[in-house]
């Protein structure tokens, strides 16, 4: 807690535009804005977490499609061969 409440205020400044309240504040003031601070940090980051399990989740959905689909595609080629080599065949 000591590192989030040192690093917090700077971090709010660059990224938000927010600054907290100065060090001569009461501390259970800087205690519940860091705890609010963090709490919305939690909830984006498993917000992210989750984004990301889910698209995860479609790339391998699509990558298994497109692999049975590569499949089926090599089967109907190697089923063409055999009647390309018989008229082939029949032609000479």
Same mark, same amino acid.
């Given at each position: 807690? @000591?590192?989030?409440?040192?690093?917090?205020p700077?971090?709010?400044?660059?990224?938000?535009?927010?600054?907290m309240?100065?060090?001569?504040?009461?501390s259970s003031s800087n205690a519940m804005e860091i705890h609010l601070v963090l709490s919305q940090v939690l909830t984006l980051q @498993?917000?992210?977490i989750t984004s990301q399990q889910d698209?995860?989740?479609?790339?391998? &959905?699509?990558?298994?499609?497109?692999s049975?689909?590569?499949?089926?595609l090599v089967?109907?080629?190697? &089923?063409?061969?055999?009647?390309r080599l018989t008229q082939e065949k029949k032609q000479s």
């Open positions: 807690m @000591q590192i989030a409440g040192a690093c917090l700077v971090l709010m400044k660059q990224f938000m535009g927010q600054e309240m100065s060090a001569g504040s009461p @498993q917000q992210i698209l995860t989740s479609r790339i391998i &959905n699509l990558e298994t499609r497109a049975q689909q590569f499949t089926g089967k109907q080629v190697q &089923n063409l061969s055999p009647v």
